[in-house]
Structures are given as C-alpha cells and as structure tokens.
C-alpha cells in the first residue's frame, strides 16, 4: 500500500473542520457550485423540515457554502483592486508604494546619506 501524503492546504482545512475534509475526500458535494450547494440545502430543509440543521450533511453544506462564499469576496477583492492599480496606470498617476515598502525606502535613503556624510569627514 502506497503512503499518502497530505499538503499544509490539506491540513490546514482538516484543522478547520474534519468533517467538511473528510466528505471531501469521500463525497461529492464538494465538487458542487454554490447555487446546486443552496438548492441541496433546500432540499433538505424541506426533506426534514427543522430537524435539518443537526445533520451532518446539512452542517457540512452550510460550510462548505461559507468557504464559497469567503473565496468568492476574495476573488472580488481582488479583481477590485486590480481594475484600481489598472486604472492609475492607465492614467499615468503613479501607483501608490504600500507603507511598508515607502517606509523601508526612507530607512535606506538616510543610511546612504549617514554612510556619504561620515566618508565626507
């Protein structure tokens, strides 16, 4: 038998929630989008009326719609600030340094300028 070996990603959303990583691995509601996802739930909910929020399957849909939902605000993040930093350059406005990086390139602006004052004495 072949050993398995299991990403950080992996065990990252083991950690998260085993049984949403374990129906994963094992079933296939995770192959669904979030619009079947949702009508799964409704199916559910109306299979077994308030008793469907105990059951596992149902627990495990509504968290997988969660992950879906999260990546999908991340994904829009994203495109969002993208069609941001394409439109200053479009612009010719220059794009903004992150503070970080602004504030590194001051560190290293006064160093060469305490290096250059020291050599000059």
């Known amino acids: 038998m072949a050993e398995r070996y299991f990403s950080a990603a992996e065990l990252a959303d083991f950690e998260y929630c085993p049984l949403a990583w374990w129906e994963e691995q ?14 799964h739930l409704a199916e559910l909910r109306q299979r077994y009326g308030e008793n469907a929020a105990v059951l596992p399957e149902y627990q495990l849909v509504q968290r997988l719609l969660a992950r879906h939902g999260v990546l999908d605000e991340g994904r829009m993040a994203h495109k969002a600030h993208a069609e941001q930093v394409a439109t200053l350059a479009t612009r010719g406005a220059p794009v903004p340094l992150p503070v970080w990086r602004a504030a590194l390139l001051i560190v290293v602006i006064m160093i060469l300028m305490i290096g250059l004052l020291l050599w000059l004495h």
């Open 26 to 39: 094992t079933n296939s509601l995770a192959d669904l989008t979030s619009a079947e996802l949702a009508e």
